[in-house]
């Protein structure tokens, strides 16, 4: 069963919109971890954001903001004012304290393209 | 600092061919991973380690093996090359220990066909 899913496969934005990215998560510990990682043309992966499953208060980061529910097991990601180097495939991810942290469980991705 | 290294970048080879993938940290990281991501797959995990010395199977194990003989090495074998391993594999690392840890970091990738 996937653990987590990113129901949006690509996300087409014209330069400066808002973008968010939904995550949904399944998991029967207490304790774990989510991340979203971004993924660029060239190729590497950035961790990007950790949120513990403690702490549902959300964050913003210059454009980047975050919204933790776990009530409805999401953690979605928001770009403001999006750019065209913003463009990447964007992974959440989750751990679980069952398997000591250390296992990610990727969704598939979803695909931004922003428009100039 | 170099963080996560792989070798290759790129490879080739013929079903049947064997091959290793060498990852290479300079954090002192005590886990390292190895991932295969497919177009619309994500990034699956193959295998990992949380030590020198240890492995342990991940989610895609079947027709790879690995080894960790030096704590800053990881390496990914593939023993018998099949077209349904052509794919981009990553190498990552993290900390043990404090939950700011957690966080792993990638090598660049090896794009690996298998024809």
């Known amino acids: 069963a996937q653990k987590v899913t990113q129901a949006q496969t690509e996300i087409s934005v014209v330069e400066k919109e808002d973008v968010t990215l939904d995550c949904v998560y399944e998991t029967r510990d207490t304790t774990y971890y989510l991340f979203w990682y971004k993924q660029p043309p060239s190729g590497e992966l950035v961790f990007l954001i950790r949120?513990?499953?403690?702490?549902?208060q959300n964050e913003i980061s210059g454009r980047y903001s975050w919204n933790f529910q776990k009530s409805t097991s999401s953690f979605n990601f928001t770009i403001t004012a999006s750019q065209v180097v913003d463009s990447a495939v964007y992974f959440c991810a989750l751990s679980e304290r069952r398997y000591g942290n250390n296992r990610l469980a990727f969704g598939k991705g979803n695909q931004v393209v922003v428009i100039p | 600092n170099a963080g996560v290294t792989q070798t290759p970048k790129f490879r080739v080879l013929k079903t049947g061919q064997s091959m290793t993938l060498l990852c290479a940290q300079d954090m002192n990281h005590e886990y390292m991973y190895w991932y295969r991501q497919d177009p619309g797959m994500g990034l699956r995990l193959i295998h990992y380690s949380v030590g020198e010395g240890t492995t342990a199977k991940g989610e895609v194990p079947d027709g790879y093996n690995v080894s960790r003989l030096k704590k800053q090495n990881f390496l990914l074998g593939l023993e018998s090359a099949a077209p349904s391993q052509t794919s981009v594999y990553f190498c990552?690392?993290?900390?043990?220990?404090?939950?700011?840890?957690?966080?792993?970091?990638f090598g660049p990738g090896t794009r690996l066909t298998v024809t």
């Open positions: 949120r513990n499953s403690f702490d549902e």
């Open positions: 990552a690392s993290s900390k043990h220990g404090t939950p700011s840890s957690y966080e792993q970091y």
